[in-house]
C-alpha cells in the first residue's frame, strides 16, 4: 500500500484517498442511520414510567416480561446499527476535519462496544428473574454491581466520543449546528447496566434521531433501488440467522 495526499488528510488505501472508501456501502449505512436512533428511542419510551435503578427494572421485568424484553431488546439492536451510521458520519467528515473524524469515530465505537457489553448483563439478569425470581435477582444484581471488567475504562468514551463527533460534524459542514448539538446530546445518554428512562434519555435518543435520521432519507434517496432478489434474499438470511441463534 501507498500513502497519497486526500483532502484534509493522508490517505493509504491502495492508492485512492481513505475518503474515498465506501465501507460499509450506502444500504448498511441507511439502515444504520434511519433504524439505529428510533430504536434506541423506541427502546427508551417503552420503559418509561419506572424508576431508573435496577431493583426497579428487574421488578418492572417480574410484571410485564413482554415490554421490557422489547424495550431493552430494541434498545441493544438500535445500538449495534450504529456502527455503520458512525462509520458514514466519520466518512463524511474525514475529507475536511480527518482528526475530529477519526478520534470521534473511534471513540464512539468504542462505546457502543460497552453498551453492548452492558445489554448482555441485562440480558442474564432478567434471565435471573426468571429463572430465581425477581428477590435473588435484585440480590445478586445488587452484591455484584460495580465488579471490574475490561469495558469499564470505556466509560469516557461513551461519554466523550459523541462530542468529539460532534464537533468534527459542525467542523466539517456535514451536519449543521443544530444537528451536531443533537448529536452532542447523545453523551447525556445515561450508560450502564439495566438502566430505566429519565428526562435526558429521552432528550438524547430524541436527539440522535434529529441527528441521524434526515441524513440516513439522503443516503437512502442518493443511488439506485436495489434487485428484486435483494429483499427475500434479506429476508431468508435474516430468517437463517433466527433460527440459527435459537439452535444455540
Known sequence: MRQCA?????????????????????WAEAAGLLLGPVLMLAGVLLRAGTDGFFPAQLAAFAADPARMSLSYGAFAAGNVLLWPAVI?????????????????GTLVLLGLFAR????????????????QGVRTAQQAVAD?????HVFQPLS???????????????????LGPVRSVALASMSALPLGVLKGTGPMSVVATAGLCVALVPLGLRVLRDGPAPRWWAYPLALALGGAAVLLGLAG
Do not use: C, E, K
Open 88 to 104: 458514514a458520519l466519520v466518512r463524511r467528515v474525514w475529507p475536511a476535519q480527518p482528526r475530529w473524524a477519526l478520534w470521534g
Open 156 to 174: 469516557f468514551a461513551i461519554f466523550f466520543g459523541w462530542i468529539v463527533l460532534a464537533v468534527g460534524t459542525w467542523r466539517a459542514g456535514v
Open 116 to 131: 453492548t457489553f452492558h445489554a448482555g448483563v441485562n440480558h442474564l439478569a432478567f434471565q435471573l428473574v426468571d429463572v
Open 6 to 26: 486526500g483532502a484534509g488528510g493522508t490517505g493509504w488505501i491502495d492508492g485512492m484517498t481513505s475518503s474515498s472508501v465506501d465501507f460499509p456501502g450506502r
Open 144 to 148: 455484584s454491581y460495580g465488579a471490574f
